[in-house]
T-cell receptor
């Protein structure tokens, strides 16, 4: 059963703590993306990676970090430097076989208090 | 960079009516235009897409039209049903290093 998994579905943290969101795909896609979604704001790109061991900043990378050590995995760390981390986070992937179509995971809702 | 405007932000229709959502884009190099449907608490799912070499594409009750000259594309849903209620996003981008730009979304409400 191919797809993208994100865990956990809901995550709660205290202010000042770093937190890592998981994203795994078994679609054999080269490219992976992280988006942040806030009400009425659409999807804003945080980071993307087009190949293992390489990643690029998106439009709102400040306060976030990523790694891409394996093709299947692209974890996102929300650091304490992110001023407003409470949001819905979406991971996506795309590959040459999908002709740029992005497949999205189910999302993680992060609440920081 | 690319800029995508999407209208309206909210659309309320009666069951059986048609719904139209419109997007404009700024970068003439964009050649791939997907539409996504997002249900509450879930990730977006691709429902239809169109490439720049095609002017219209249809899949059952949904269709997308593209006007490259005017740089706008639209989603048309006919015979709407309550299960069509969701947030719809358009996006635009180009091949190669594909980094799409998304519109802000349209909340479609279909009243039974």
């Amino acid at each position: 059963d191919g797809g993208i998994t994100q865990s956990p579905k809901y995550l709660f943290r205290k202010e000042g703590q770093n937190v890592t969101l998981s994203c795994e795909q078994n679609l054999n896609h080269d490219a992976m993306y992280w988006y942040r979604q806030d009400p009425g704001q659409g999807l804003r790109l945080i980071y993307y990676s087009q190949i293992v061991n390489d990643f690029q900043k998106g439009d709102i990378a400040e306060g976030y970090s990523v790694s891409r050590e394996k093709k299947e995995s692209f974890p996102l760390t929300v650091t304490s430097a992110q001023k407003n981390p409470t949001a819905f986070y979406l991971c996506a992937s795309s590959g040459p076989g999908s002709l740029n179509e992005q497949y999205f995971g189910p999302g993680t809702r992060l609440t920081v208090t | 960079g690319e800029n995508v405007e999407q209208h309206p932000s909210t659309l309320s229709v009666q069951e059986g009516d048609s719904a139209v959502i419109k997007c404009t884009y700024s970068d003439s190099a964009s050649n791939y235009f997907p539409w996504y449907k997002q249900e509450l608490g879930k990730g977006p799912q691709l429902i239809i897409d169109i490439r720049s070499n095609v002017g219209e594409k249809k899949d059952q009750r949904i269709a997308v039209t593209l006007n490259k000259t005017a740089k706008h594309f639209s989603l048309h849903i006919t015979e709407t049903q309550p299960e069509d209620s969701a947030v719809y996003f358009c996006a635009a981008g180009s091949g190669g290093s594909y980094i799409p730009t998304f519109g802000r979304g349209t909340s479609l409400i279909v009243h039974p």
